[in-house]
């Protein structure tokens, strides 16, 4: 059931119209309280428009503590940036304007799912107590653009919605010229430059409110609109996104910008898989070698790196052997080429979902069988590394 505050009755009934009939209009913020009492499994509350704003924000706080799976939808007349801003750091999930019945429904929605996946979070160890489970982080890198990182990022997340095996996220951490919201076809309402309003008060109830869904199950926290969002986004913020959303998914996977920056570098510290594309033409080689030479000054660690040739049927005149062999690193995993790929893509629709027996489809899935849904490697130590990018940044 969802609890409803709202004084004018027609919006109340508005609300409850669109909500369904198991939503309860309650006479005030007080029996919204006593509802909450006997009701310790209500995923979400409704404050309408007529709700004073601070006494929604003083709601919010507390629930933040009290009720950590309780999404608060607040209804405005008029919503800005400020509103927003003051809403997310206060602890309100979303804000809905007056008349969105349809965006009110949709957010209703997916505060039950996030409810849902806040309870499951935790897993019960010896004594009661409960510890956070840490999902494993496989972040995608070329040091080329048009290798296809975008499209093997969004295929590795849908394969893992697909296999049934876990909950996954994708990240889009090319902050100033992400496609992973294209390539899904997705609407966000919000992007990872929300986060930044929350600074230090970003927490697991905060962030999964600014995720997107996918219809394949995945969930996505998407690159800002702006590019000039990127400059606003600090590499500690992206080292505890990441931190957050490993305790909440099984699998984070991350997309980047072709660049070995520090935002970059901040998710290869969390990363458990690195996988490491190229394609048979010789910048992409050489700007890979490049890769594996810098990651080497800074003492990455050898097993956590993946190469991943893509477009591997190429006919171009450069044998594998050959490859691996100015390279210094074996390819462990080969992606052919494929129509069907930018077809798909296209559509929304990531190739394992669109055509799961595919050469594409199984590649991939092969490539996860084989490094990401194992119990080894586990991620590097939590504590950033601070000093490799200071190196990095000598070196350069």
């Known amino acids: 059931m969802t609890a409803i505050v709202e004084f004018d009755a027609l919006g109340a009934e508005s609300i409850r119209g669109a909500l369904g009939a198991d939503a309860a209009v309650l006479p005030g913020l007080l029996a919204l309280n006593a509802h909450l009492d006997v009701n310790p499994f209500e995923d979400c509350v409704v404050l309408g428009s007529s709700v004073d704003q601070q006494d929604v924000f003083a709601l919010a706080q507390d629930m933040r503590v009290r009720r950590p799976s309780l999404g608060v939808v607040m209804i405005r007349r008029r919503i800005d940036t400020a509103i927003l801003a003051d809403a997310l750091r206060a ?9 969105d019945l349809a965006g009110l429904a949709a957010a209703v929605r997916r505060q039950r799912e996030i409810a849902s996946r806040l309870r499951e979070s935790v897993e019960p160890i010896e004594g009661g107590a409960t510890a956070p489970q840490r999902g494993r982080v496989i972040t995608v890198f070329s040091a080329k653009g048009g290798c296809g990182k975008t499209t093997l990022s969004t295929n590795f997340a849908s394969a893992i919605a697909d296999s049934g095996k876990g909950s996954v996220v994708i990240v889009d951490l090319d902050l100033a010229f992400g496609d992973v919201a294209i390539a899904l076809q997705l609407f966000p309402t919000h992007t990872i430059a929300d986060a930044v309003h929350l600074g230090t008060e970003l927490d697991s109830k905060a962030l999964l409110g600014l995720l997107t869904s996918h219809r394949s199950g995945l969930q996505a926290l998407v690159a800002p609109m702006d590019p000039s969002g990127a400059e606003t986004i600090s590499t500690t913020l992206i080292v505890h ?11 984070v996977v991350i997309d980047t910008p072709p660049a070995l920056d520090d935002h970059v570098l901040a998710a290869f510290d969390r990363s458990n898989v690195v996988a490491l594309l ?12 490049l890769t594996l030479e810098t ?8 097993d956590r790196l993946k190469i991943v040739l893509n477009r591997s049927d190429s ?4 044998a594998l052997s050959e ?6 690193a074996p390819i462990v995993a080969q992606i052919p080429s494929s129509r069907d790929v930018p077809a798909s893509t296209n559509r929304g629709v990531a190739i394992v979902s669109d055509d799961p027996k595919n050469p594409v489809s199984l590649a991939i899935r092969k490539f996860l069988d084989d490094y990401v ?17 200071t190196s990095l940044r000598r070196k350069k």
């Open 278 to 289: 190229a394609t048979l033409d010789i910048p992409a080689l050489k700007n890979l070698k």
């Open 241 to 251: 996104i990441i931190d957050l959303l490993r305790q909440e998914f099984d699998y």
């Open 315 to 318: 006919k171009v005149g450069l």
């Open 91 to 99: 602890g309100v999930r979303e804000v809905v304007q007056e008349r």
């Open 295 to 302: 990651l080497d000054l800074i003492s990455y660690p050898h």
């Open 373 to 389: 849904f194992v119990a080894n490697g586990d991620a590097i130590p939590t504590q950033m590394r601070s000093d490799r990018r």
């Open 323 to 328: 490859v691996e062999k100015t390279l210094k």
